[in-house]
């Protein structure tokens, strides 16, 4: 596949995009009005060469303009921040050597996977 070049704004754009923001957050987010967004999107759709902004999601990871890490889960972001902070007070607690606990990372790995599990339950009630 063509390596597609796009500007910071469109770059944005589809971030944003992806991560769920609507056309109002984006304006206020990128300090444009709704002209400039509107020519973002018709650009977009232009060098993808479609108009399904799925495809558009799609080809952008392919083409690695977006990548899978910039968008974790926000549960798993709540819970890697507090096991960060715990590791970063124990080693600036320890002597020379730090010797990450493997309990540590059992445990932030159990929590992540029992908080997404619980995120992802579909009530159909």
Known sequence: MEKIRL???????????????????IL??????????????????????????????????????????DFVDPVIKKIALRYTSKIVNDFKNSSNKYNLDKRLLLDFDESCNALLSEATKINLK
């Not at 910071?8 to 992806?18: G, P, Q």
């Not at 009005?33 to 108009?51: C, G, S």
């Open 28 to 69: 206020n987010f990128l300090k444009i009005d709704k002209e400039r967004l509107n020519y973002i999107k018709r650009r977009l759709r232009f060098k993808f060469e479609t108009k399904n902004w799925v495809t558009i999601i799609e080809k952008a990871f392919e083409l690695e303009i977006l990548n899978k890490q």
């Open 7 to 25: 500007t910071n704004e469109e770059t944005y754009y589809l971030r944003l995009l992806v991560h769920n923001f609507d056309d109002d957050h």
